[in-house]
């Protein structure tokens, strides 16, 4: 039998993409970019296609539920507190933490300090 060893990114990128597919697909609604640099609109657990309006915005998306048009987020502020997390904010707030994560330029691995001001999508 042959063992198979990864590096730590490619163990990495293998775990990312599992928590995206499983984690976030029943429950997704939100916004998502893709590796391509493509933004998809999650509802109800699945891409959006056609022409949509989200947000008082006017979207068109393909037969894969990709647009090239970057979504427009309206933003609250939030001041990180001890023992927050991506996590924890994103369920209080009700975001996807990989878009809270991406929208403050960081990876939901990102450490994120007290006293620092994230911002929030609407």
């Known amino acids: 039998m042959t063992a198979w060893m990864a590096t730590r990114a490619e163990a990495s990128a293998v775990l990312k993409r599992f928590v995206e597919l499983v984690i976030i697909r029943d429950t997704a609604q939100c916004w998502k970019q893709n590796d391509n640099g493509k933004w998809l609109y999650y509802k109800d657990g699945k891409a959006i296609i056609g022409k949509q309006t989200i947000g008082g915005v006017s979207y068109t998306f393909n037969q894969y539920g990709e647009s090239d048009i970057q979504p427009q987020f309206i933003f609250k502020t939030y001041t990180v507190q ?41």
């Not at 001890?82 to 009700?94: M, Q």
């Not at 403050?104 to 994230?118: P, Q, V």
């Open 82 to 122: 001890k023992g927050d997390s991506f996590w924890k904010i994103a369920l209080e707030y009700n975001v996807n933490m990989f878009t809270l994560a991406k929208v403050n330029g960081k990876s939901i691995f990102s450490l994120i300090y007290e006293g620092e001001e994230l911002k929030i999508p609407n």
